[in-house]
Nanobody, 122 residues
Framework: QVHVVESGGGLVQTGGSLRLSCVAS????????LGWYRQAPGEQRELVAV???????FYKASVEGRFTISRDNAKNTVYLQMNSLKPEDTAVYYC????????????????WGQGTQVTVSS
């Protein structure tokens, strides 16, 4: 069973930056695709960024160019660097350490952590 712990959220002003971290255990971390999701109040959880085992990355269109996902296999940690933050980025951010691709879409198979709240004030 994969377990994750997210951290790094907080309150920032528009245009600010945050770096989220997610430490995973109980997984073949280096062989897994990893992802960051977010869920705003009243909204469905959505996939924001993916980093594959080989290092290729994919982003939701609205965050591309502002967010950067990276991984440190030695530390079983995945990061999300968020720059130029906007109020619409406000959400609880979750990571998943076991993404699998089916028919061109990534599905989360790892367990969820408690998430980390990101609030961007206008």
């Amino acid at each position: 069973q994969v377990h994750v712990v997210e951290s790094g959220g907080g309150l920032v002003q528009t245009g600010g930056s945050l770096r989220l971290s997610c430490v995973a255990s109980g997984t073949l971390f280096s062989k897994s695709a990893l992802g960051w999701y977010r869920q705003a109040p009243g909204e469905q959880r959505e996939l924001v960024a993916v980093v594959r085992a080989g290092g290729n990355t994919f982003y939701k269109a609205s965050v591309e160019g502002r967010f950067t996902i990276s991984r440190d296999n030695a530390k079983n940690t995945v990061y999300l660097q968020m720059n130029s933050l906007k109020p619409e980025d406000t959400a609880v951010y979750y990571c998943n350490a076991d993404l699998r691709s089916y028919s061109g879409a990534y599905q989360p198979f790892g367990s969820w952590g408690q998430g980390t709240q990101v609030t961007v004030s206008s």
